[in-house]
């Protein structure tokens, strides 16, 4: 319930860029102290900023239209798709979730040959669907239309009846506390199942990613085996990420492992 409230906050806030804690209250059917206690839960994920009174957006911290983030760090990306790329091999099995470094990992795969490819990212869908080379598995699902994915109990079914070699899956955030979280709690729960059906799970974040935290947590830290991402400013969340069994390939700055 509470989960389900404050993605409802958020979407307000997202319309109105600032809220009263009186007019959530009512719109929501809910105590001020019930308001007030996920303002402040919202703030310590940096979702809002708490205010007199209510909260306002954190413009820094909120999803943003799938087109705009897909042109966002798009060279990043691409190195960060160049190196996933060469995990994987004739004959195997992947899953690409609805991320946009999915999406760059996914036009590097055109050309394929032998691969057999389970996703739920219309976008996806659309690269590889005419490539000869590659089987296209897509678990289906409601449309969410702002991201161009597929999401809910029909796809939920069919992810829980497929295993892959290789699970490739993007973040909004990862945090050494929070772990990989994300904004959607419908995909989320698709990712959650692939993630523990992959037998190698690798995360494409770039370093704007790290550090940051989003409303739903996908997985903890010892989900992950390879963190795949630009740079690690930080040396202590490197070190975590290594305390975690995660080797930590990065595209720029010094490598931990290649």
């Known amino acids: 319930m509470a989960d389900n409230r404050q993605e ?8 109105k860029k600032s809220v009263r804690i009186l007019d959530l209250s009512k719109q929501l059917r809910v ?4 308001v007030r206690k996920d303002i402040v839960e919202m703030e310590e994920q940096g979702l809002l900023k708490k205010t007199y009174g209510g909260a306002v957006l954190d413009e820094a911290n909120i999803e943003t239209d799938y087109e705009r983030r897909r042109a966002e760090n798009e060279r990043e990306k691409s190195k960060i798709a160049e190196r996933a790329y060469q995990f994987i091999e004739p004959g195997d099995t992947i899953y690409l979730d609805y991320g946009t470094s ?3 990992l996914a036009k590097k795969l055109k050309n394929f040959e032998n691969l057999t490819v389970v996703t739920n990212s219309i976008p996806i869908v659309n690269v590889l669907i005419h490539s000869s080379g590659i089987n296209l598995i897509i ?12 999401f809910g109990t029909f796809g939920l079914t069919n992810a ?13 955030g990862v945090d050494v506390n929070s ?14 199942v692939m993630l523990h059906h992959s037998k190698t799970v690798i995360l494409l974040a770039d370093e704007t990613k790290l550090g940051k935290s989003a409303l739903y947590k996908t997985s903890n830290l010892d989900d992950l085996d390879i963190i795949i991402t630009t740079d690690i400013k ?10 975690h069994n995660i080797e930590c390939i990065k595209t720029e700055g010094t490598q931990t492992d290649d």
């Open 139 to 150: 678990l289906g699902g409601n449309v969410r239309k702002n991201e161009d994915s597929l």
């Open 160 to 172: 829980k009846e497929i295993f892959v070699d290789l699970g490739f899956f993007g973040c909004a």
């Open 102 to 104: 999915s999406y760059a």
């Open 31 to 34: 105590s001020r102290e019930t």
């Open 179 to 192: 772990g990989v979280t994300n904004y959607h709690m419908g995909e989320i729960e698709i990712s959650k």
């Open 234 to 243: 930080e040396p202590e969340m490197e070190e975590t990420f290594i305390a």
């Open 8 to 15: 409802q906050i958020l979407t307000i806030l997202k319309e």
